[in-house]
């Protein structure tokens, strides 16, 4: 119990020390106030204080000056630490990782973490972000169709620390999300088989109506078509996909719901003689590096992973007000490539 306490002084006194210099009270190269005076503040040993400055220290945030005192460090070399929490084979993680890395800088390390834990497991690595490794901010990719279990898990630990969501979020979260926006993916898909004369359009997907982005997804296409068909436009059955392409005299368009669903379809038509983007278009809402590995390599939108990146870069330096909720939409792009006309 007694380092239970003396865990929760400490990250007081950091979150205190903190607030004060982004707050613009203590400036690049000013003293700060001494650990006595931060002792009799939190009515803290000096132990206690001396361990929460090293801890800012560590980090880059502060700059002890021996018989002087602590300065804060120059903005340069404050380095923010960032846990990211998500699937970490999940085909969306790479890429979202790969822009944070590109765009936050130097001075943000970011630390990525299993989020399919036991639910004592994650809370032990909570504890352990906000009380041993001192964490700034914690990034959420959740699966899809669990963002509101995981919010609910989260709930208690916001109070300490600031949580923001990527790619997916809870859907009356108050929590900075950075979103790709699947609905404009969509309808650029979409737009463009318009564009190129293909009259009939199916959405494939193997994976269940689970509420998630998919089911948005799902939606936003239904919506865009609905007045040129009746017919049942999502499918899951490659088998019935084929029948459909082999009736048709006219080439047909196929939204993709993923990379993976793309790959598995065009395998599944090559295999059948169905010849790509002559009979069938294939276009596929992801831009991971599989659809450069099959012939033909498959168009995709490109959700705008790097732009959520540098959304996230501004949130994490504090460019970004939280006393209002947050949320940032990505501008997707079509990469035209081999499997559509």
């Known amino acids: 119990m007694i380092t239970s306490i003396s865990q929760s002084l400490k990250e007081r006194i950091r979150n205190w020390v903190l607030v004060k210099i982004q707050g613009g009270e203590w400036l690049p190269g000013e003293k700060i106030s001494s650990i006595n005076q931060i002792a009799i503040e939190f009515d803290a040993s000096r132990e206690t204080v001396r361990l929460s400055l090293e801890n800012l220290v560590q980090r880059g945030v502060l700059q002890p000056k021996q018989g002087m005192g602590y300065f804060v460090a120059s903005q340069s070399g404050i380095n923010l630490r960032v846990a990211l929490l998500c699937k970490i084979d999940g085909v969306y993680v790479k890429p979202i990782y790969q822009g944070l890395v590109d765009e936050t800088g130097e001075n943000i390390s970011i630390q990525i973490n299993e989020i399919r834990q036991p639910q004592k497991a994650l809370t032990a690595l909570l504890e352990d972000f906000i009380t041993r490794q001192a964490i700034d901010r914690i990034l959420i990719i959740p699966e899809p169709g669990k963002e509101e279990e995981i919010d609910a898990f989260l709930r ?153 990146g540098r959304k996230v870069r501004n949130w994490i330096n504090g460019e970004v007000e939280n006393s209002s909720p947050v949320k940032f939409y990505s501008t997707p792009i079509l990469i035209k490539k081999e499997s559509s006309i």
Request: aromatic share 8%; hydrophobic share 35%; proline share 5%.
């Open 156 to 308: 208690p630990f916001k109070r300490r620390i600031q949580i923001g969501w990527i790619d997916k979020a809870p859907a009356k979260t108050k929590d900075p999300v950075f979103l790709c926006d699947y609905k404009a993916c969509v309808n650029i898909i979409v737009d463009h088989y318009r564009n190129s004369d293909i009259e009939q359009m199916f959405y494939y997907s193997r994976n269940p109506e689970d509420h998630s982005i998919f089911t948005t997804m799902r939606k936003t296409f239904r919506k865009a078509i609905s007045s040129n068909s009746n017919s049942n436009l999502v499918i899951s059955d490659w088998q019935h996909l084929l029948s459909i392409i082999n009736r048709q005299n006219k080439p047909i368009g196929i939204l993709a719901e993923s990379d993976i669903e793309a790959v598995f379809l065009l395998s599944r038509l090559k295999s059948n003689s169905i010849k790509v983007p002559q009979q069938v278009s294939i276009i596929s809402c992801d831009n991971s590096e599989i659809t450069e590995m099959v012939t033909p390599t498959i168009t995709s939108v490109d959700p705008g992973f790097i732009e959520v």
